[in-house]
């Protein structure tokens, strides 16, 4: 079983940059797609982003495009969300999942989630 922990929320002014990390522990993940999700208050979860085992390919949500980078080390373990140019609208908290399932936008294993506020 593999356990997820993101890092790295807090609160920052727009336009403010955040880099959240997802240490994975008690199995390797670097043969696994790794993805970002995040939801606000009253909101739907959302798809950020994901990255290939290889950290080669990357898929970005639209609303994120050119603002937002994912990555990944398989030396460590773990993987990163870049954040610049933040707005308001990104106020949410943030999972990172791992491992994804055949056949649905589901993952099987995800993180507690870190709380970023943006503040206009």
């Known amino acids: 079983q593999v356990q997820l922990v993101e890092s790295g929320g807090g609160l920052v002014q727009a336009g403010g940059s955040l880099r959240l990390s997802c240490a994975a522990s008690r199995r390797t993940i670097s043969s696994y797609t790794m993805a970002w999700f995040r939801q606000a208050p009253g909101k739907e979860r959302e798809f950020v982003g994901s990255?290939?085992?290889?950290?080669?390919?990357?898929y970005y949500a639209d609303f994120v495009k050119g603002r937002f980078t994912i990555s990944r080390d398989n030396a460590k373990n773990t993987g990163y969300l870049q954040m610049n140019s933040l707005k308001p609208e990104d106020t949410a908290r943030y999972y990172c999942a791992a491992r994804s399932i055949p056949g649905t936008t589901d993952y099987y294993y995800w993180g507690q989630g870190t709380q970023v506020t943006v503040s206009s």
């Open positions: 990255v290939s085992w290889d950290g080669k390919s990357t």
